[in-house]
């Protein structure tokens, strides 16, 4: 009888908890839908219909574990409760209209690898907080309106395999502890207002296949450390003050190619801006 009794009220917990847990991130998910104007999406929602059928959401064992509402005429500022959202894997939010600061809650969603909000209007700094989601694989804030530093803390993102902030107004030095993003592939600062020289530590991530630069206001050499990198297939560093003006290269041997560059010679290759 003991044992029945107990196995009926890790039932009742074990559901009130499910329960419990699918109402927060509910209601966390009305928040967004009202803070960002969710009746004049281009996919709106049934706010009366579970949640597992809403536009952009996806929902394993009763929780919400990816948003992926690009080009949905998102508009306004998001919502504090976005971080109610504990067991998000994903957030996609490119292609709309979004505005105002990022919510410093963010930071509770610990399970996050991929935060896509390029292509808005999200203004101020890019938060320190951000450093705190170690499982981050992908951060994508280019195309928006953020000003300041790189948060040194962005160098604690050791899984980090893309880290694109082009396009923004993004000021300071490039962190030398940038090595310390050893599984890195992707790196775009392109397009900002950022100085001081290329750090050399960047020669450090064997895994880079992109790095874009350009159109800041770099200045020194390019290290010839840079050779080193023999995943390199684009590299753009065009257009800053740097004491050699460098052409963007793109092609399957780089450290060829970069030595040609770093000779003055002239290259034209096809580059692809994500």
Not at 6 to 31: G, P, Q
Not at 148 to 159: F, K, Q, Y
Not at 205 to 231: A, R, Y
Not at 244 to 272: C, R, W, Y
């Amino acid at each position: 009888m003991k044992t029945l009794k107990l196995l009926a009220i890790c039932f009742f917990v074990t559901t009130y908890s499910f329960a419990n847990t699918s109402l927060t991130e509910k209601d966390a998910l009305i928040a967004l839908y009202n803070a960002t104007k969710g009746a004049e999406w281009s996919a709106t929602w049934d706010l009366n219909a579970s949640m597992d059928t809403w536009h952009g959401i996806k929902v394993e064992d009763n929780k919400v574990i990816e948003i992926n509402l690009q080009f949905n005429n998102l508009q306004g500022e998001l919502p504090q409760e976005i971080g109610d959202l504990t067991h998000l894997k994903k957030i996609n939010l490119g292609f709309n209209k979004l505005t105002g600061k990022l919510p410093l809650t963010i930071k509770n969603l610990k399970e996050l690898t991929s935060l896509e909000l390029f292509m808005n209007g999200f203004e101020g700094s890019i938060p320190s907080e951000l450093g705190e989601l170690k499982k981050l694989e992908a951060l994508k804030l280019y195309s928006n309106k953020f000003t300041g530093d790189i948060p040194n803390s962005l160098m604690n993102l050791t899984n980090l395999k893309e880290l694109l902030l082009g396009s923004n107004f993004l000021t300071g030095h490039i962190p030398n502890e940038i090595y310390a993003l050893s599984k890195l592939k992707k790196l775009s600062l392109m397009d900002n207002k950022m100085d001081g020289e290329i750090p050399v530590e960047i020669a450090q991530l064997k895994d880079l296949e992109e790095l874009l630069l350009s159109t800041n206001q770099f200045t020194g050499d390019l290290p010839m450390e840079f050779m080193n990198l023999t995943k390199l297939n684009t590299m753009m560093v065009s257009d800053n003050n740097l004491n050699e003006e460098f052409t963007s290269v793109s092609g399957k041997n780089p450290p060829s190619l970069i030595h040609l560059e770093m000779q003055n010679a002239t290259a034209t290759m096809d580059i692809e801006k994500e």
